[in-house]
């Protein structure tokens, strides 16, 4: 049994303990929330959508990911006793000649053929939802419930003598070396100024999103997410996510103007019935220029590793990979190299 420090509980920090405590370790979890900003954790509607994109372009590994990740959560769900895994399915608002030409060429293709059916002139979100719309169906998505999952993990951590509230200063770095076998850093956007991995390749985002309610409306659709510019999900009845922008600059991570404006403009064009929005929301998210997870360990001090650059699939990427990188780290198995950190070099 390895005595293990993570820093960072976001979904990457909470999955990631997770597995390697169901693996008999002796997991420490250490995390601070930040005063000022929100993580991309608190921020995400843990969306999992298996297709993406103007051309409709299936997930990367989606299959065998999501199949991890629904078993992940609902054993978690079991474990922790409170409602993680929501399945649902998209409603994608289609108008324009090429997108519904994508639409139908993608609908047709046989390894879509589970996921999309082709477009029809009603849907749930038909009565709420601007007119001369078209609705196509996504199949195969999900919500992970993360404002649920993240405070209740943390309670668990807490009440076990396992969560260390405070920031991870790498001025420290040689004394929590000597008091764990493993320290692994799960510290999301923030990874990006670590001294020992600030070089691997990342393309940080800023993303912006909604809470509004629609009240008072009957038959607002509870189990289907409706997509076009921006995607709206529901959160419980009567309240919707809405979501979200994608920033490369930036100068905090703070609601902005422009996201704002971004966001009315996309809900103008997807809703006619009137709404409020309740919270405007900001996160950075740790992107990778290649858009792959960052995982393994340091080369020179095999003790530090990382679990990070899951990007805007949080939800289905942290699953499979902290299993895989688990493996990697208590039985010595190779890390595929479409996620090693080796694919940068310092
Ligand atoms: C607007 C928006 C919408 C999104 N929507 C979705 C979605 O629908 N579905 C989806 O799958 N993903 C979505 N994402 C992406 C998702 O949020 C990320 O993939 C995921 O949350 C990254 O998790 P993480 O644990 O790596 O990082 P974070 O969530 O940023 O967590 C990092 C944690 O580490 C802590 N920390 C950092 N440094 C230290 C330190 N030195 N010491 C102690 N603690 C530290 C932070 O306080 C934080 O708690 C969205 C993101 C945004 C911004």
Known sequence: MKKILIVGQGIAGTVLAWTLQGLGQDVYVMDAPDQQTLSASQVAAGIINPVTGKRFAKSWMFETLFAHARACYLQLETQLGVQIWQDLRIERMLQQPEELNNWSLRSHAPDFSNFLSDAEQTSQWQPFAQPNHLFGVIHHAAR?????????????????????????????????????????????????????????????TKGEAFHITMEGNEGLPSSEILKKGALIAPLEPGKYWVGSTNEWTFTDALPSATGHAWLKNNLEHMLKTPYQVETHLAAIRPTVKDRRPLIGTHPQFPKLGIFNGLGTKGALLAPYWAQHFAQHLLQGTLLDSQVDIRRFSA
């Open 144 to 204: 992970v419930r993360f404002e649920t999952m993240l405070p209740v993990f943390r309670q668990q951590l807490l009440l076990a003598g396992r969560l260390i509230q405070q920031r991870f200063d790498y001025q420290d770095l040689d004394k929590f070396a000597s008091d764990f076998e493993l320290l692994l850093f799960c510290e999301g956007y923030r990874g990006n100024s670590h001294p020992l991995f600030q070089h691997l390749g990342w393309n940080v």
